[in-house]
T-cell receptor, first 114, second 112 residues
Framework: DVKVTQSSRYLVKRTGEKVFLECVQD?????MFWYRQDPGLGLRLIYF???????EKGDIPEGYSVSREKKERFSLILESASTNQTSMYLC?????????????FGEGSRLTVL | DQQVKQNSPSLSVQEGRISILNCDYT??????FLWYKKYPAEGPTFLIS?????DKNEDGRFTVFLNKSAKHLSLHIVPSQPGDSAVYFC???????????FGSGTKLNVKP
């Protein structure tokens, strides 16, 4: 069974803290993604990676960075968390030659920044 | 501004009847469309897709219709079942299959 695991389901951080969100997939997928989900706005792409050490900006990369040192792991980093980064963060992966648009999502990490 | 819009935040349907979920888009370059389903406390899961060269795609109880001139797509679920109760997201892509634009979702409630 395919699995995308996000390290934390719930996090509470303070403004200015550095935050790491970790994601691991066990499906040997080439592509990995980070989205955030906000009410009324749907899912918005922050960054994606199509290979180890490769990354591309999505629609809302400001305030975020990513790291992909191993194929199975994709990390989202908030260098200095702000209250407007309070959100649900969803990691996903896909096969390069898989069904078009078929992403496999993790359960999400709900981040609250105080 | 959102390029993919789902104007109905929620929909309630009786079990056995048809559910119709709607999605509008503004970007005429979009050429591939998806529907995802999301249960509470789970990540979204892929449901069905359609390319712009088609106007209909069917998979069991689920059918997606695409009206390019109206920039509108819809998802029909027939017959609806209580297990279909979930949030449904539509998404669209303009040639880059790593970059999909998602709508805000419609919460479907199928009443027994």
């Amino acid at each position: 069974d395919v699995k995308v695991t996000q390290s934390s389901r719930y996090l509470v951080k303070r403004t200015g803290e550095k935050v790491f969100l970790e994601c691991v997939q066990d499906m040997d997928h080439e592509n990995m993604f980070w989205y955030r989900q906000d009410p009324g706005l749907g899912l918005r792409l922050i960054y994606f990676s199509y290979d180890v050490k490769m990354k591309e900006k999505g629609d809302i990369p400001e305030g975020y960075s990513v790291s992909r040192e191993k194929k199975e792991r994709f990390s989202l980093i908030l260098e200095s968390a702000s209250t407007n980064q309070t959100s649900m963060y969803l990691c996903a992966s896909s096969l390069r030659q898989g069904r078009v648009g078929e992403l496999f999502f993790g359960e999400g990490s709900r981040l609250t920044v105080l | 501004d959102q390029q993919v819009k789902q104007n109905s935040p929620s929909l309630s349907v009786q079990e056995g009847r048809i559910s119709i979920l709607n999605c509008d888009y503004t970007n005429s370059m979009f050429d591939y469309f998806l529907w995802y389903k999301k249960y509470p406390a789970e990540g979204p899961t892929f449901l069905i897709s359609i390319s712009s060269i088609k106007d209909k795609n069917e998979d069991g109880r689920f059918t997606v219709f695409l009206n390019k001139s109206a920039k509108h797509l819809s998802l029909h679920i027939v017959p609806s079942q209580p297990g279909d109760s979930a949030v449904y997201f539509c998404a669209a892509s303009a040639g880059n299959f790593n970059k999909f634009y998602f709508g805000s979702g419609t919460k479907l409630n199928v009443k027994p």
